[in-house]
């Protein structure tokens, strides 16, 4: 076998720990599907099923340190398209459509394989190898057995144990009623990851911690890479083998390191190919999509014809195009205002969101007029760990500083209170005798400053007190400083 033949394409999935790939195997063409969701692991699908099921630890697994974060780790979930479950999941790896129609999970951080039944979803079945309710105690006690890799067969639910450098194992239970039949210590070999037994019964693992792929029972080096890698992922045709290769790397910098993937002769365990995939990350899982995968259940994937139509930079090229677009039309209708900083994202009707990480400020062009006007709509009512809009007058010089500011802050899921804070170049302060509540949470806002004072009306209703009453008419800028918020232009 030279390389791959016939005319038809082959496409494999890669999920690494921060994007999910679609491989062309004949043209080594590479698209990424998304990078939007925490942690990639596995990957699966039903039989004639349209959408990937995969799982996601929804956290950084480095942070997974001792039991204490561990026991804050049960966060991880199933996705199907655009369902999503309850999370239920400590740091899970592979997973896998089993035959009854239940996702097999290696729940890893809880030390158990976990199973999930879509038809009944809070009744869960679980299984252990041990006693260790999780995988891990302290940085330096790890006696969990981390199991990390599933695959089903004729009655039989296979599982790897990785644990921590004490030597791997091989589980087997029956199945479905996960009864442990056995637990064989795969001699000399720690580290290991992915299970896959063939149809004649010789049982494949890769040896992640030496760069190879080995058969368990004989202790075999089927394939090495010659090289100081991380062998993980296995996909597997009737004619090649697939192999996930990561970059060895400090477990910090797994989520930008290197990701590969190996392309060798099922009968001569002879590399044929190689696929340098780009700094995605380290590589979790493969699988064959559109032919037999016998290292997965052997079904093709119904929805190939909808992946082939997603491309994450095609995406991200039109998004950035049309709110570039957008922001052209805004800027006329805020042509009396500048942005002094922060980057909102335009929307529709010349709205400008600012999210709860990028406060931003516009600010009139037009300073020391005797009759002044601020007239616009506001939101605050999406909750936002910060959140808030204020009315300021600026005196400052580009940056968040010397102004004053009557801030409009959420204090119940249906009211506002509004503040008068200064910041004097230095700090902010609160004049804690001005406030006024019973303000809404969004709104058509009118502020006027003239040479008797200023006046406030949202949704037409007038606002008066101190806060008001005292803000200053005599200097700076006014304008609008906003986080977690949206603000539109005022529609005549």
């Not at 979803?121 to 995988?135: I, K, Y």
């Not at 194992?169 to 990851?193: C, I, M, W, Y």
């Not at 090289?227 to 060895?248: H, K, Q, W």
């Amino acid at each position: 076998m030279d390389k791959l033949s016939g005319s038809d394409p082959l496409y494999a999935i890669v999920a690494t720990v921060r994007a999910l790939l679609l491989v062309e195997l004949k043209s080594k063409r590479i698209t990424p599907l998304e990078w939007n969701r925490s942690e990639y692991y596995g990957i699966t699908w039903r039989p004639e099923g349209p959408d990937l099921i995969l799982s996601h630890s929804m956290l950084d697994n480095n942070e997974l340190r001792d039991v204490s974060s561990y026991a804050l780790s049960e966060v991880g979930v199933l996705s199907e398209g655009a369902f999503t479950t309850q999370p239920f999941l400590s740091q899970p790896h592979q997973i896998a459509f089993a035959s009854d129609g239940r996702i097999i999970c290696t729940n890893t951080g809880r030390n158990a394989i976990s199973i999930f039944d879509p038809a009944r979803p809070n009744l869960m079945q679980e299984a252990r190898v041990s006693d260790v309710r999780w995988d891990r105690l302290s940085p330096d006690d790890v006696p969990g057995d981390h199991l990390n890799s599933v695959f089903e067969k004729n009655g039989m639910l296979y599982a790897i144990a990785h644990r921590h450098g004490k030597g791997s194992a091989l589980a087997q239970f029956s199945f479905p009623d996960l009864e442990l039949l056995s637990l064989e210590n795969v001699k000399n070999r720690t580290g290991l990851h992915n299970i896959w037994v063939t149809d004649d019964s010789q049982k494949i693992s890769c040896h992640s911690e030496a760069g190879s792929v080995i058969d368990l029972v004989s202790g075999e080096i089927l394939w090495d890479s010659g090289n100081p890698v991380y062998t993980r992922g296995l996909a597997a045709s009737a004619d090649f083998v697939l192999i996930g290769e990561s970059e060895r790397a400090r477990r910090e910098s797994r989520r930008h390191s290197m990701s590969g993937l190996w392309l060798v002769d099922r009968n001569t365990w002879q590399a044929i190919d190689y696929f340098c995939l780009g700094s995605y990350g380290a590589v979790h899982e493969v699988r064959l999509l559109n032919i037999k995968d016998e290292a997965h259940h052997g079904h093709l994937f119904a929805g190939l014809d909808a992946l082939l139509k997603r491309d994450r930079r095609e995406e991200i090229a039109t998004e950035r195009l049309s709110a570039s677009n957008r922001a052209l039309r805004s800027k006329a209708l805020w042509k009396s205002f500048e942005l002094v900083f922060g980057s909102p994202v335009s929307i529709e009707n010349g709205g400008q969101v600012a999210d709860s990480g990028n406060l931003c400020l516009l600010v009139q062009r037009t300073k020391n007029r005797p009759d002044r006007n601020l007239h616009f709509s506001f939101s605050i009512a999406q909750p936002e760990a910060e959140s808030h809009m204020a009315i300021v007058a600026y005196r400052g010089h580009g940056g968040d500083a010397d102004m004053d500011a009557l801030l409009i802050q959420r204090i119940s899921e249906t009211e506002a209170e509004m503040s008068h804070w200064i910041h004097d170049g230095r700090s902010w302060n609160r004049r804690d005798d001005t406030a006024i509540a019973g303000l809404p949470l969004s709104g058509d806002v009118r502020f006027l400053v003239t040479s008797e004072g200023t006046s406030l009306e949202i949704n037409g209703k007038p606002f008066s007190g101190n806060c008001v009453e005292d803000f200053p008419t005599d200097a700076g800028a006014l304008g609008i400083r906003w986080l977690g918020a949206t603000v539109w232009p005022a529609m005549e």
